[in-house]
């Protein structure tokens, strides 16, 4: 198959190579809809920058690469603090990329001015995998389970923690349960509510539908939607509730709190990730911990390995383990 040159890009795109390279670049003064239709055409195309017969030593730029959708949160900081501490160990800087957008993602991380990226954006779909492991860019991917010769991953065991949250409310005896959800098709929201559940089916609970609330990682939507479905009055309420992240656990406690339950008399709340704040919120919240840093510094770890050594890549999942705290309590029969 020939592969597609600069020079074709700017004949399906009408315009001329110094536009399209301006464009690939982030330089020149284009219009965003000229931008926007250039990528549109390169995506189509699947044109990569001709990097590959260069000497990789020669076209080092000793900088890397995360590609995130949003720095929100105390996780995001935590993770890129660790990712630039060890790049910087290693003698590589690091650029963050807030985006949602596939093609403008696949442009940055082709366009050669980067060594590697790690990727916690769910822009980055199947097909753009597979683009990625065709060019033989290194990649750590740090939101699904993913290796090749240049590609790996550095995961939570979120299904783990899923289930240990599920042994350890059945084991206060508690047996009417629900789950705030995180992100749609994220890999820790999938895993964490499988895990959850086949801990609780072994005890012979399920958790029908309308116990599955939708908190997308947020305290405010979490907090919304236990005060929507306590509005509805339509179901028992819940003993306790396994929240996907400790952000949705807080919401999910004051929306609580705000219609008159007590956490945990009324309803025991078990959060994950056991951020900072877990231990000095009221109640004090029992988590699943995860240590952001320690996925951070294995990221970065095992990218390296495969850029400065030709390592092949592979998946490593992270073990997360309870905290006991005051947010949940043994069933009051």
Request: hydrophobic letters at 35%; charged letters at 25%.
């Amino acid at each position: 198959m020939k592969r597609v040159t600069i020079k074709d890009v700017a004949k399906e795109a009408g315009v001329s190579i110094t536009t399209v390279s301006h464009t690939l670049s982030g330089g020149g003064a284009i219009s965003q809809k000229t931008r926007e239709h250039v990528l549109e055409v390169v995506e189509r195309m699947h044109y990569v920058a001709d990097f590959k017969g260069q000497n990789l030593k020669a076209r080092s730029t000793k900088v890397i690469g995360l590609f995130v959708r949003t720095l929100r949160g105390t996780y995001y900081g935590d993770l890129a603090q660790a990712i630039y501490e060890e790049g910087s160990n290693a003698g590589y800087g690091i650029n963050v990329i807030i985006a949602n957008q596939s093609d403008k993602i696949m442009v940055d991380i082709m366009n050669g001015r980067i060594d590697g990226a790690i990727i916690l954006n769910e822009g980055i779909t199947q097909k753009e995998e597979e683009l990625l492991r065709e060019h033989e860019i290194p990649v750590v991917f740090l939101d699904r389970e993913s290796a090749d010769k240049h590609m790996s991953s550095i995961i939570f065991d979120s299904y783990e923690d899923g289930r240990i949250a599920g042994e350890y409310l059945l084991g206060l005896g508690h047996n009417r349960v629900a789950h705030i959800y995180g992100e749609e098709n994220n890999y820790d929201s999938i895993e964490r509510l499988r895990g959850f559940e086949d801990a609780l089916a072994k005890g012979g609970v399920t958790i029908p539908r309308e116990y599955i609330l939708h908190g997308n990682f947020e305290r405010e939507t979490a907090c919304h939607a236990i005060e929507a479905f306590i509005e509805e009055g339509k179901y028992p309420m819940p003993e306790a509730i396994f929240a996907s992240n400790d952000v949705s656990a807080f919401g999910c406690i004051e929306g609580l709190q705000k219609k008159g339950y007590r956490v945990p008399e009324d309803v025991s709340v078990i959060g994950c990730d056991d951020i900072e704040l877990c231990e000095w919120y009221v109640p004090k919240l029992t988590t699943i911990h995860n240590s952001f840093s320690t996925q951070g510094k294995k990221a970065m770890r095992l990218l390296l390995a495969m850029i400065e050594q030709n390592d092949t890549g592979k998946i490593e999942k992270l073990s997360g383990r309870i905290v006991i705290r005051e947010s949940c309590m043994p069933k009051v029969i």
